[in-house]
């Protein structure tokens, strides 16, 4: 129970990554506010499994891409669990679809820009006021920021790009106030997001060449960021860590 008596938002909670990260976030002992986006029978069914664990939770409905939803994310957080934040998971993100440059117009690129960095320095910006020394931040940036995504992930790949700068820049900025700033950057975890974009036989392919030679899971993930959330990281800030069985090495 490294994280009793704590307070955790989850952007994008309910489900996949979000879903791994609040069960695994109230396992030990963290009190989880669990943000979806439009499927409360997800959210619903993540604050179950909380419950079956003997944890705390709420869920409120909110797009992080919109200040307004922001704002009332952490207003309803902070009145249910005592207004003062510790944990701060920005997961919400993805890559959406998959266009080459010339298909790219205007409309998309604010939507990727949006949904990936936008959401992470809307959410970050709210979060400060109610952290304290020992907080902690932990962003989702991606393997794509990397090596610079696959075929028609180049908006993507720079979103994700960028949370890894935002990332080192909070870390600077914060780190007098004791808040920490870390990010992780996944490859392939088997969630729907690769269920949806990319294929079976790309999937068997790389795991071929993986040197753990398997996918991630989303528990692989959850441990990584409740390391990151609890004390045993408190020396630990400004890092983009991989998580990706080994496929890439910084």
């Not at 490294?2 to 396992?27: C, E, F, H, M, P």
């Not at 974009?197 to 790389?206: L, S």
């Amino acid at each position: 129970m490294k994280l009793k008596g704590k307070v955790a938002i989850v952007t994008g909670g309910a489900r996949d990554l979000g879903r791994a990260i609040s069960v695994k976030l109230a396992s030990e002992g963290a009190k989880v506010v669990i943000n979806y986006f439009d499927k409360i029978e997800e959210a619903e069914d993540t604050q179950k499994m909380v419950k079956e664990i003997g944890g705390e939770s709420i869920i409120v409905q909110g797009d992080m891409t919109k200040a307004a939803d922001v704002k009332r994310l952490f207003d309803e957080g902070m009145k249910a669990f005592g207004g003062k934040l510790d944990i701060l998971v920005n997961v919400v993100g993805g890559l959406v679809g998959r266009k080459t440059i010339t298909e790219q117009d205007e409309d998309w690129y604010n939507f990727l820009m949006d949904v990936n960095m936008k959401s992470c320095w809307l959410c970050t910006r709210e979060a400060v006021p109610y952290m304290t020394d020992g907080g902690s931040i932990i962003n989702f940036s991606s393997l794509a920021a990397r090596d610079g995504g696959g075929a028609g992930a180049s908006l993507y790949a720079t979103s994700k790009g960028a949370v890894m700068t935002f990332t080192r820049s909070m870390a600077k900025e914060l780190g007098p106030k004791g808040i920490r700033v870390n990010a992780l950057a996944p490859g392939t975890i088997a969630t729907s997001f690769h269920d949806r974009f990319n294929t079976p036989e790309n999937r068997e392919k790389m795991k071929a060449v993986y040197p753990l030679r398997r996918e991630g899971d989303a528990d692989d993930v959850a441990d990584l960021v409740a390391f990151f959330a609890a004390d045993d990281s408190d020396y630990i800030t400004g890092t983009n860590v991989d998580i990706n069985g080994g496929i890439f090495f910084s």
